[in-house]
């Protein structure tokens, strides 16, 4: 089976920065892409940044030029750096990756646990 293993999420003061790491281990044939949701308390989850295998990026309007997304492929790891961090950031963030288990297969979506993020003072 294929797990999503994060960590680097913490409490920390609006202004300041936290690292995210997602590290995918298993079965895995090939990785299509990695990325972060987050889901903050009575809010649906939102996508806020991902990275395809190939390099490209995207990321939610709300965190652009706060935010980046960067990847290792010879780790199977997806970083999320979060810098000039707001209350509003505040919310469980859940490691995301599409995933091809076998050559012959098709891509299948994979969840980590998810990681409490707190900005406040």
């Known amino acids: 089976q294929v797990q999503l293993v994060e960590s680097g999420g913490g409490l920390v003061q609006p202004g300041g920065s936290l690292r995210l790491s997602c590290a995918a281990a298993g079965s895995i044939y090939s990785i299509n892409a990695m990325g972060w949701y987050r889901q903050a308390p009575g809010k649906q989850r939102e996508l806020v940044a991902h990275?395809?295998?190939?390099?490209?990026?995207n990321s939610a309007g709300s965190v652009k030029g706060r935010f980046t997304v960067s990847g290792d492929n010879a780790k199977k790891t997806v970083y999320l750096e979060m810098n000039s961090l707001k209350p509003e950031d505040t919310a469980v963030y859940y490691c995301n990756a599409l995933v091809r288990r076998y050559s012959y297969s098709t891509p299948y979506e994979y969840w980590g646990q998810g990681t409490q993020v707190t900005v406040s003072s």
């Open positions: 990275i395809t295998s190939d390099g490209s990026t």
